[in-house]
């Protein structure tokens, strides 16, 4: 017997043998929305940093950034570095490119926090499997 469904079913012994059964089931299902939630939370977050990245600049052309507008995408930077899930990132690559488009767009003005953006860029390598176990740069040559 499963330990989880154990540990329902002996919560009452006089309840009957279907009803426990009927807990049980409860359970496992909160159990599996719960983590179905959780799950799409993190992803969730980390699909609304890349958009906010993305919609930063958008297209490949020269776009101006006003100084007062660089505050506002610092303080992204840092907000979402600390947020994103590193361990979900799918494509290391397209996020490394929208980061570096970011830092050659606003890399030479001083206020700018360049090493906020170099962190995101070393943490989605860093927290690549292959990467890590390689040291190869496999999106590259995608």
Not at 106 to 112: T, V
Not at 113 to 118: E, L, R, T, V
Not at 121 to 133: E, G, L, P, Q
Request: one cysteine or more; glycine letters at 4%; hydrophobic letters at 40%.
């Amino acid at each position: 017997m499963n330990k989880v469904k154990f540990l329902v079913c002996n919560i009452n012994d006089a309840f009957p043998a279907d009803i426990n059964e009927l807990i049980f089931k409860k359970v496992q299902q909160n159990a599996a929305e719960s983590i179905q939630k959780m799950y799409y939370l993190r992803v969730k977050i980390n699909l609304d940093a890349f958009i906010i990245f993305n919609r930063v600049f958008p297209g490949s052309g020269y776009y101006n950034v006003a100084p007062g507008k660089l505050h506002n995408i610092n303080k992204l930077i840092a907000f979402y570095g600390t947020r994103i899930r590193y361990s979900f990132i799918q494509e290391p690559g397209i996020w490394i490119d929208t980061l570096t488009d970011v830092i050659n767009r606003c890399g030479h003005f001083q206020n700018f926090h360049i090493n906020n953006a170099y962190f995101i860029i070393n943490r989605v390598k860093t927290s690549n499997y292959i990467f890590r176990r390689t040291s190869i740069p496999y999106w590259e040559n995608l």
